[in-house]
């Protein structure tokens, strides 16, 4: 008899009362959050990273549009800005109290110019415009080397704009070109 009250005092069945599957629940569900949460950062962060290329690409764009069109300015041609009236790209100085070209245009082909560019990850072809800003005063250009006034110089905007890997990521450059 004195066995049995033994076998019965140390028997780990009758003593058990669940608490490791309790406690190992618990573990499984943190773990589970743990996972669920570095899914959702690496997804996030997947996002940042094609969000920031398809800036990138956007940039680079409007980059090669902005100097084709300062290489227009160089040829040294001129340029008939008053024969195409505002289209094509090439825009007279806006009347006073109105908002700037590059702010109206609708970035179409009738109303900018596209260039060649071989990146295929673009929504849309660069483009630029040229707009005519005024004559600069005469003298108020210096040559640095001999310190004398220039001529009257022609004071001209280059607007570019680039489209990244969708049509909602937009890049506009500008420079200002004297000649």
Not at 30 to 37: E, M, P, R, W
Not at 53 to 78: D, I, N, T, Y
Not at 137 to 162: C, D, E, H, I, W
Request: aromatic share 8%; hydrophobic share 45%; charged share 15%.
């Amino acid at each position: 008899m004195y066995g049995a009250f033994l076998m019965n005092r140390f028997n780990p069945l009758k003593n058990e009362r669940g608490a490791v599957l309790v406690v190992s629940l618990m573990i499984l569900v943190i773990l589970t959050l743990l996972g669920i949460t570095a899914m959702q950062t690496t997804t996030f962060q997947e996002k940042m990273a094609g969000n920031m290329r398809s800036r990138e690409v956007a940039f680079q764009a409007a980059e090669a549009a902005l100097r084709q069109g300062e290489a227009v300015l160089e040829g040294g041609g001129l340029l008939d800005f008053k024969s195409v009236r505002n289209t094509n790209g090439l825009y007279l100085m806006p009347p006073a109290g109105t908002d700037p070209w590059w702010l109206r245009v609708t970035w179409d082909p009738s109303d900018s110019v596209p260039i060649g560019y071989d990146i295929t990850a673009t929504a849309a072809r660069p483009r630029y415009i040229i707009e005519e800003l005024g004559v600069a005063k005469t003298g108020s250009f210096k040559n640095l080397a001999a310190g004398v006034p220039q001529p009257a110089s022609r004071n001209y905007r280059v607007t570019a704009r680039g489209v990244g890997g969708s049509a909602g990521v937009v890049v506009i450059l500008q420079s200002t070109y004297v000649r």
